[in-house]
């Protein structure tokens, strides 16, 4: 595993300094990078997403766990370098995919989709933070394939994740993650476990995917239940009754719990989808 002395020698090797602009500040306690990967369960054989590898200090655990990862890198000088270090060493185990992990901001590098192909995969990474929601929310409602996240992003990102109903934290990402599997907190991280040390809290969580919904549930509802959802959180503080005028001219069959005197924030993750499914099914009317 990369010591802080061996970072700077590889920044030093690569002619680089971290970019803030980036979210490059880089995981430097090992204990908490082998938290990490503990907390995954990832064996030998296993196929992993790491998006922002950096000079790749987390991939090398993975690398030495026996995983077949695929990392994705948007700076170039690091490609180079994992290039001209890991990949060499590892040429059987180890994809380098150069730019941005999305396509847009909606959906997933096309070269990503095209590498992991149907494979079952995790996602382990220390997220680049301006990256983190857009990409997380991209894997759950378009890659049933996806079967859980391991990562380390902004504090407040993961209380979004796993937040209750009737918080300010409250929302679309909330109710997707909750709907589609289950999420925890694996550690809270210091400002000193990074250098350079970052301005903002971290936290390090757990999102698994249900089986049970990934066999019930029509993998193309969820990206539609996103939308939806996202709709009628632009109207948080309105009444359901006039949210669901805007988004159908049609009656709606309300779910029960529901009504329109409810607001989108005060909604279950279970009963949010409940209030999607029926207004998808008065628009198709």
């Known amino acids: 595993m990369q010591t ?10 690569a002619r680089h300094e971290p970019k803030r602009a980036l979210g490059q500040n880089f995981l430097i306690d090992h ?7 503990d907390a995954s369960g990832v064996h030998a054989g296993d196929l992993v997403l790491e998006i922002g590898p950096g000079t790749g200090a987390l991939t090398v ?3 030495e766990r026996g995983c077949q990862v695929v990392a994705c890198e948007l700076d170039r000088d690091f490609v180079r370098l994992l290039n001209e270090t890991l990949v060499k060493n590892h040429p ?27 494979r079952p995969f995790k996602m382990v990474a220390n997220l680049p933070y301006h990256a983190a929601t857009p990409v997380m929310l991209a894997l759950m409602t378009q890659h049933p394939n996806c079967i859980g996240m391991y990562t380390t ?14 918080s300010k934290t409250y929302g679309t990402i909330s109710i997707v993650a909750q709907c589609l599997g289950e999420v925890s907190i694996i550690a809270k ?3 000193g476990c990074f ?16 089986l049970e919904v990934t066999t019930n549930e029509d993998p193309d509802w969820w990206a539609t239940m996103s939308d939806m959802i996202q709709s009628l959180f632009q109207r948080r503080r309105k009444k359901l009754a006039g949210s669901v005028k805007v988004m159908t ?37």
């Open 4 to 13: 802080l002395s061996e970072i700077r020698e590889l920044l030093a090797m």
């Open 249 to 285: 001219k049609n009656h709606i069959l309300w779910p029960d719990g529901v009504s329109g005197d409810n607001r989108i924030d005060a909604l279950t993750p279970t009963q949010a989808n409940a209030l999607c499914k029926a207004i998808a099914q008065a628009q198709s009317a």
């Open 31 to 37: 204990n908490l990078i082998r938290k990490l990967v």
């Open 195 to 210: 250098w350079p040390q970052p301005s903002v809290g971290s936290a390090m969580m757990r999102w698994e995917r249900s």
């Open 189 to 191: 991280l210091a400002p």
């Open 61 to 63: 655990e993975l690398l």
């Open 153 to 166: 992003i902004q504090h407040e990102v993961v209380e979004r994740f796993g937040a209750s109903p009737g």
């Open 92 to 118: 059987e185990q180890l994809t380098i995919i150069e730019g941005d992990c999305l396509a847009d901001k909606r959906s997933v590098h096309e070269e990503i989709i095209e590498t992991i192909a149907d």
